[in-house]
């Protein structure tokens, strides 16, 4: 499985950076990361990262809590690039199912991600209110889950047989945790996992031997030690 890497991210300059790696083949982002990038304009911040990245997919995520202004707040953002993927939860902050957003932004043609995502049933709701053909990304939250002792790779692995119906959908392994991560979503056949910078970097230095592996790891325990002239 050929699985596209996507980068988390919401800082200018490491987008300009990670846009020019053939590795990265799209951007995700979220509140929560533009405000940490020091984002004051919401709309403005999102057309910044449009200006620099024209062409790779760009998930831009609503942020109401109430039905109609997530559909507003949806129509809006969807106008900003033909890139662009509107982010939408599966839930609001009331646990209420956001099916009526998702199937009325699936009408109107606009490329949706559905994120937040934790289990097949979620999943299977998506499928139930979305068409054939418009795009559209369901975010299964893999390491978060794990964070609270849940094995998600059953419910990934169910996701992607349910979804195999629908060509237009992609499940993305969200939140990871480790690299490697990225071999287990390519075993698993996910389509996209969105993955920060540091990370990505990582991954293009895989293939390493354990042998150089080794060595390095013992030359840098050496080298700290020198550095603080430890002696017994």
Do not use: H
């Amino acid at each position: 499985m050929n699985t596209k890497i996507y980068c988390d991210i919401a800082e200018l300059n490491q987008i300009r950076k990670f846009n020019k790696k053939k590795i990265v083949k799209g951007f995700t982002t979220n509140p929560s990361l533009m405000r940490k990038a020091g984002a004051k304009n919401y709309k403005n911040y999102s057309k910044n990262i449009l200006k620099i990245c024209k062409k790779k997919p760009v998930s831009l995520e609503v942020f109401g809590d109430k039905f109609n202004e997530m559909i507003e707040q949806g129509l809006k953002i969807s106008t900003w690039g033909k890139n662009v993927y509107v982010k939408i939860p599966v839930v609001n902050s009331k646990g209420k199912f956001t099916g009526k957003v998702i199937k009325e932004l699936n009408k109107k043609k606009i490329k949706l991600n559905i994120t937040a995502v934790y289990n097949s049933n979620q999943t299977k709701k998506i499928l139930n209110v979305i068409d054939k053909k418009t795009r559209v990304i369901i975010s299964i939250f893999v390491g978060r889950a794990a964070d609270v002792g849940k094995d998600p790779i059953p419910e990934i692995k169910k996701s992607i047989s349910i979804s195999k119906k629908f060509s237009n959908v992609e499940i993305l392994w969200a939140s990871v945790r480790e690299p490697y991560n990225f071999i287990q979503s390519k075993k698993l056949g996910c389509s996209i996992i969105t993955i920060p910078p540091s990370m990505i970097e990582k991954i293009e230095k895989f293939g390493k031997s354990y042998k150089n592996l080794t060595i390095d790891t013992v030359k840098a325990f050496l080298i700290d030690s020198k550095k603080s002239k430890f002696r017994i």
